[in-house]
């Protein structure tokens, strides 16, 4: 397997401080125009499955990929970011928001194949916030499930995800070996990160590659 982690395009979270930030922030449109180079260089890995966080801003990232390509595309959950859908900036404002519905994903998003725990409840259903402990459990399970699988086949693929838990996925892939790990621990947005992982050995190929983007665009 070829595994792509991609770090979505800007959105408007991150052009504002923590303190006027809101759960499920959109793309600038500095984030649409890097997720159009994002997409014509998608065209030439291919990729045959594409997975995405339920944020709006994967999805918005996600959607650009699957027009231009011929993929396979569907909603992980587990690949949100630390936390889950929140609202507030600090333990006592912390407050867990529903996150979209199925029926909004389909309308927004059309051809992503949405999952079955994305309900009218929407798919974080307004749970209180991610803990560490809950977070490192979904960093060891997404791992394990991308390796069980798609480990054993020769299929290219592509995780839409965030900055944050891509790191730990990373380090979980790589094994968490000082030695294994990159030096520049920055993702910047709609970075790439590649591996090739056959049986248990993994490769990691690329790290926070934004070579598909134009310096001007990069963020």
């Known amino acids: 397997m070829k595994l792509f982690i991609i770090r979505h395009a800007q959105s408007q979270n991150n052009a504002l401080p923590t303190s006027q930030r809101v759960p499920d922030a959109p793309l600038t449109e500095l984030g649409f125009a890097q997720a159009r180079y994002l997409a014509q260089w998608a065209q030439q890995a291919p990729f045959h499955e594409l997975l995405t966080s339920p944020f709006r801003r994967t ?10 390509s011929d993929v396979d595309w569907m909603t992980w959950t587990q690949l949100h970011e630390q936390g889950g859908c929140v609202s507030g900036v600090d ?24 999952t079955a725990d994305i309900d009218d409840q929407g798919w974080w259903k307004s749970q209180p916030r991610e803990t560490d402990a809950q977070l490192m459990e979904r960093v060891t399970a997404v791992k394990e499930r991308l390796v069980t699988e798609f480990g054993a ?6 995780c ?7 790191q730990l996925l990373i380090s979980a892939l790589l094994g968490d070996v000082p030695d294994n790990q990159p030096e520049e621990r920055s993702l910047l947005n709609t970075s790439v990160t590649s591996f090739t992982i056959e049986g248990t050995s993994v490769l990691m190929d690329g790290y926070s590659n934004v070579d598909h983007l134009p310096p001007e665009l990069v963020s």
């Open 59 to 68: 999805l918005q990232t996600s959607q650009l990929i699957y027009d231009a």
């Open 91 to 114: 333990t006592a404002s912390f407050q867990g928001e529903p996150g979209m519905t199925g029926d909004a994903i389909r309308q927004e998003f059309p051809g992503c194949v949405v």
């Open 153 to 158: 086949g020769q299929r290219n693929i592509a």
């Open 160 to 166: 839409v995800t965030h900055a944050d838990f891509s």
